[in-house]
């Protein structure tokens, strides 16, 4: 049994599809299929239940889920390792940020640092979920939330103020005056259900409880275009919500929320010098953000 059947194995444990698991692996969803029959063959039993809602872990495939963890972190423990003695800034570097930070705050400084370190290839990872650091899935990442577990070197980034906004022209039809918004003259551009606990929602189900949803999206650039759109009011980063002529601030992040950023990395990586680079590299984004 080799390592490469165990990761399509976990993939598979951990999505419940083989779509998904092949999206993860960067494969297609009939080679996963095709390598999880050839390990259930040559181990002579049925690892997952096909079902409806999708693959589902039978007693045995449990079983082998546990042991196979064990090899995955062995494995990974060895690839950080030895990725902790590389001293040349050269190589990739994957980061992972939420998608509106990558946007407007990481990749309109990226050409100052690829001049300076043109051997790094820096793969940016813009989603609002958190990828696992442990599993490789990025080697840095920005977060709006300290981890609190984890072999992970933590440094403060900065802050990423966020205030309320809407589009001029909605707030002029819908008679919102900036201040103390009400809300049953408004629309919310908010969270989807599985993103409700995200920035901004929590804010939204205390002061606007009861109030219309306009539009619900996982995508904080979709958030900004629909508010810009004219479809609702949102709450954006004040950074770049400020700059734009089409918007109103109606409350500002003092009255809403200020996210603290979190630079994060496994400490097995702290060593590597391109990982270091682009640490300082966020460090130094860091003091924009206090400018």
Known sequence: MEWDDLKHFLAVARTGSLVKAGQSLKSSAATVGRRIAELEGRLGARLFDRKQTGYVLTESGEAIRTKAEDVEEAVLAVEREALGRDLRPSGKVRLAATDDIATHLVVPNLPAFQRRFP????????????VNLTRREADVAIRGVRPTHGDFVVRRVGLWPCGLYAAKSYAAARGIEPGDVDFSKAGIITWTEEHAHVRGGPWFAQHARGAEVA??????????AACKAALGVAILPCRVADRDPDLVCLMPAERVLSVELWEVVHRDLVRTARVRAVMDFLTDLGRQLED
């Open 119 to 130: 051997e790094i290839a820096l793969e940016v990872v813009a989603r609002m979920d958190l």
């Open 215 to 224: 539009l619900a999206s996982d995508s904080a650039r979709v958030h900004f």
